[in-house]
């Protein structure tokens, strides 16, 4: 397993590598989002199909790891595409604290990391030699089937908003959006939650919980909610801090009057 691991650690430092290159020559470093969304596509399949364990089980969460990674990232490179050459501005604000692509590479080899350590439910799962599925597995991938669904739902909802020019400088405030500030961010930490619980009744399998407790370090701390917020704030001002006093932030939920 952790020979496989390693493996995996490999070919997510080439694949950022050579992603970091293509960024420096488009000069748009919003391709790593890109690149980190499609790592699931590519270590999940290679554990499946490189190890012992019972086919149903890897092949089940492998399908629908694939399913969330391919989606994802598809969704991001189009809008990276979409507003190109113009940068995220998360990669703006890192390029004033970090000028020259040196440390960027450096960057780009940490996402690599976190490609790796966020395969783990699905290494756990490959090497599972149970033949019947387990309830928590089921579950789980039930879980991640309805979060994925959810995600998908939130992501659309928000570029159909976008691509209406009636909505510019608005707040978006329809379906999912208007229960919860960040319904892609819930759909996207229930969906570690879920491949968590997939991968639990495997051996090993309870390593991968600092999947969903990564996730949620990013979405609240890093560059998820905080940062999401701040450019709403100084865009939208004061209708986006009504949308703040009237809507949850996370978990989709009624809004106060």
């Not at 608005?170 to 996207?188: A, D, I, M, Q, T």
């Not at 491949?195 to 609240?220: D, E, K, N, Q, T």
Request: hydrophobic content about 50%; aromatic content about 16%; glycine content about 6%.
């Amino acid at each position: 397993m952790t020979r496989l691991l390693l493996i995996g650690l490999a070919i997510a430092a080439i694949c950022f590598a050579i992603t970091w290159a293509i960024s420096v020559k488009l000069n748009n470093y919003g391709f790593l989002d890109v690149a980190w969304s499609y790592g699931v596509a590519v270590l999940a399949p290679l554990y499946a199909w490189n190890s012992p364990g019972a086919p149903l089980r890897k092949w089940m969460l492998t399908a629908i790891g694939a399913a969330w990674s391919l989606r994802l990232g598809t969704y991001i490179l189009l809008r990276v595409a979409r507003h190109h050459p113009r940068e995220d501005a998360r990669y703006q604000t890192l390029r004033e604290r970090w000028p020259g692509p040196g440390k960027f590479l450096l960057f780009f080899e940490l996402q690599a990391a976190l490609v790796a350590i966020f395969s783990l439910p699905f290494l756990t799962a490959a090497f599972d030699p149970a033949p019947a599925l387990h309830p928590l597995a089921v579950a789980g991938a039930a879980l991640a089937v309805a979060a994925l669904c959810g995600e998908a739902v939130a992501d659309a909802q928000m570029q159909t908003f976008k691509a209406d020019p009636g909505s510019q400088g608005k707040v978006c405030e329809r379906g999912l959006w208007r229960y919860s500030r960040h319904p892609n961010y819930f759909f996207e930490s229930l969906i570690w939650w879920a491949f968590f619980l997939a991968a639990l009744p495997s051996p090993h399998g309870w390593i991968s919980i600092i999947c969903p407790l990564l996730m949620l370090y990013f979405l609240f701390q890093v560059t998820g909610i905080p940062l999401t917020e701040k450019y709403a704030l100084e865009s939208k001002g004061d209708a986006y801090r009504e949308y703040q006093r009237t809507t949850s932030a996370f978990i989709p939920w009624f809004r106060h009057p």
